[in-house]
Nanobody, 126 residues
Framework: QGQLVESGGRMVQTGDSLKLSCAAS????????MAWFRQVPVKEREFVAG????????DYTDSVKGRFTISKDYNNNQVTLQMDSLKPEDTAIYYC???????????????????WGQGTQVTVSS
């Protein structure tokens, strides 16, 4: 219980698409808001995208709106981040995070999540 494992990170070129996946051993999965954060050296961890426990609400940081899509797969306990039109400034380590919540609309944007993965590197070359 409580393990998050990210996959899918790799080096791509500007304009490419990439899909990150996070396998979550959180039960029941529908009790958890999930999110993706990213971090580059010497900077704080940044909220990228989040989704509420029943997927009724999503939230994105402004720089990825219209390019990234977060979704939850309840059958497989996975959260994915579809990233399109990638830019060099999207280069970072991407982390999956989960937080148990009673709220059906809560999508925390601060790094207060209780559960974190180990991260997966995304590099976008120009």
């Amino acid at each position: 219980q409580g393990q998050l494992v990210e996959s899918g990170g790799r080096m791509v070129q500007t304009g490419d698409s990439l899909k990150l996946s996070c396998a979550a051993s959180l039960s029941p999965f529908s009790s958890y808001a999930m999110a993706w954060f990213r971090q580059v050296p010497v900077k704080e961890r940044e909220f990228v995208a989040g989704i509420s426990r029943y997927s009724s609400r999503t939230d994105y940081t402004d720089s990825v709106k219209g390019r990234f899509t977060i979704s939850k797969d309840y059958n497989n306990n996975q959260v994915t981040l579809q990233m399109d039109s990638l830019k060099p400034e999207d280069t970072a380590i991407y982390y999956c995070a989960g937080e148990k919540t009673q709220s059906t609309t809560s999508v925390p944007t601060a790094p207060i999540y209780a559960y974190w993965g180990q991260g997966t590197q995304v590099t976008v070359s120009s």
